[in-house]
Structures are given as C-alpha cells and as structure tokens.
C-alpha cells in the first residue's frame, strides 16, 4: 500500500484519495476529490527534485495564460517531514487518448490531431529561458551520449548503421535552430478527450526548452496509433503548409531517439527492450531504411475517409 504523503495543506478536506499506477516517472501520482467536489492532480516526489519540479510548475503558471485545456496549477510545496516535495493541479477529466482515438473513425481521428497541432504551436509561443547555449551545440551532445550509450548498451538493432549514417549526414540542420518553451514528451499518451470533445493536453513533467520542431520526436507513438492523428497533428501545426525542411529534421530527431530508447528501455526489463526494438524496426520501415525523409504513413490532406 502506498503510505500517503502528510502535512499538505487543505489535505484534511479531501474526501477520495486514489493512487495512479501509470507512466515510467519515479512519482507518486493519486487523484484527489475535495469535500466541495472539485478534482485534483496530486504529485510526490523526492526533495532532491525539488528544483526541477519548482520549475515544472512555475512552467505550468506560464501556460495557465494560455487558451487551451491544460491542468492548471494549485499548489507546490514540501510535505512528508521535508522529505518530499508535492504539485498539486486541476484534473483533466475524459478518456486517455490512445484508447479513444482507434475507436473512432479516421475523419475524426484527423481532426484530433489538427486539434493536436494547433494547440502545439500555441504552447511554443511560451518564450525560451535567456542565455540559451545554441540549439546545435546543446542537441549535437546529445546525439554524441545517444550513440555513445546505444553503442555500450550490448543489444543491436538491425539498420542500426543505416539511422547512424541518416543522423550523421543531417546533423548540419541543426545549425540556427530557433528554441521555445517544450512540452518534452507530446504524444497520444499525453493526452485527454474530454465528453464534451475538448483536447486536453497532461504530464507536463518533462518540460524543456529546445527547437521546436524537435517535440515532433515522439509522433512515432501517436502514428502506431493513427496515421490520421498523425498526419492531421503535422498538418494542423503548420496550418497545412509543411516546409520540406520540417520533415528531414523530424526524421533526424525521430533516428535520434530511436537510438537512445532501447538503452533506455533495459532498466525497466525485456518486455520494454523487445517494444523499443520493434518500434525502432517499424520506424526504419516508415523511412525506407532511412533512404527518405518522409514517413510513409503521412497524408498531406484528410484523404483517409
């Protein structure tokens, strides 16, 4: 059982307190609903996060300025004897839309992702921090670790060699890349659809600071659910007027993370290693090896009616 974390203000007035077994963070997650009916986010996590979730919620504060459903936040402070720290949001409440969106018909499917897109580019209107180091110096290192790790990790992918070579023919792109604020982790699984069908967009414990364009590095995930959500969230971004160049630096953040997932993915067992690998497969599939730039389940236009 999950001992619940004490001395949080206002914590003696809620009525229902649920935990939330999901996701791959280290955070105790519950659903709290209050005595006056409101419903709430409740986060734990361990006091030497203290800094970075400070930041995630001063983040939130930005976005609450914003004209889209996001959680909004209540509180932040310290609780369980200084031992961890807690953020306290509105609940989001709807169905997750991974699970919705396959269920629904490919018209709909689309205009979600455009909904999706939209609302993308309205949270990248949030500034960057000042003093930024240049976007190509900062993701160039990360290439560099994420080779590095895929390299030391023991497991390999076939046409491993062939993401390599995509990655380092293209890494001149990376040159004058613009940075704004980032959601950090923008897929289907982040998000909510609501009864009255709103979008709402969660999890914002990833927040960052970077090219915009590269928030596009985990599409990967909402295509194995729908091409049309997909297609319809590139589309919607770019108000259906998509630069050639967009594709070849997704492509170039899509090999980059694909890479560093299936070291990623050891800690958490051979179940995750085996789905990494097979998405890392599906994806050199969507680019011919790589050969192009351009997925293949992408649509320039609603046409999968």
Same mark, same amino acid.
């Given at each position: ?32 609903? +209050? $005595?006056?009916?409101? #419903? ?18 001063? %983040? ?11 959680? /909004? ?9 200084? !031992? ?22 490919? !018209?709909?499917?689309?205009?979600? @992702? ?6 993308? !580019?309205?949270? /990248?209107?949030?500034? +960057? %921090? ?27 992918? !076939? @046409?491993? =060699? ?20 980032? /959601?950090?982790?923008?897929? $289907? ?25 590269? =928030? ?15 297609? @319809? ?6 108000? /259906? ?9 997704? %492509? ?5 993370? *694909? ?10 067992? *051979? ?17 011919? @090896? ?5 997925? #293949? ?9």
């Amino acid at each position: 059982m999950i001992k619940f974390p004490d001395r949080i203000p206002d914590s003696c007035k809620w009525q229902k307190v649920e935990p939330i077994n999901r996701g791959w963070s280290d955070d105790q997650k519950y659903y709290i609903q +209050t $005595a006056d009916g409101r #419903e709430l986010l409740l986060r734990v996590s361990d006091v030497s996060q203290y800094e970075s979730r400070k930041r995630d919620f001063e %983040a939130m504060k930005k976005l609450d300025k914003l004209d889209i459903l996001v959680p /909004h936040p209540v509180d932040f402070g310290i609780c369980n004897e200084g !031992k961890s720290v807690y953020s306290l949001l509105t609940w989001i409440k709807g169905k997750d839309a991974e699970y919705l969106l396959p269920r629904l018909d490919r !018209k709909e499917q689309y205009q979600f @992702g455009v909904k999706a897109g939209e609302i993308l !580019k309205i949270i /990248h209107q949030v500034s +960057t %921090a000042k003093n930024q180091i240049s976007w190509s110096e900062r993701f160039n290192r990360k290439i560099n670790r994420n080779i590095a790790a895929y390299e030391a990790c023991g497991i390999r992918l !076939k @046409g491993a =060699e062939k993401i390599i070579e995509y990655i380092e023919q293209n890494r001149y792109l990376l040159d004058n890349r613009p940075q704004c604020f980032q /959601h950090g982790d923008y897929h $289907a699984g982040n998000m909510i659809i609501t009864e009255s069908g709103e979008l709402g967009i969660i999890d914002f414990n990833r927040v960052d600071y970077g090219d915009p364009w590269e =928030e596009f590095n985990r599409i990967t995930w909402c295509a194995d659910i729908s091409a049309s959500f997909a297609s @319809g969230r590139i589309n919607g971004y770019f108000e /259906h007027d998509v630069p050639a160049l967009f594709f070849r630096l997704m %492509a170039l953040y899509i090999a980059s993370n *694909q890479l560093s997932s299936i070291p990623w993915a050891i800690q958490f067992g *051979q179940k995750e290693v085996n789905t990494m690998l097979r998405q890392a497969e599906t994806v050199l599939k969507w680019y011919d @090896g790589f050969e192009t730039f351009i997925p #293949e389940w992408y649509s320039s236009k609603n046409n999968r009616n």
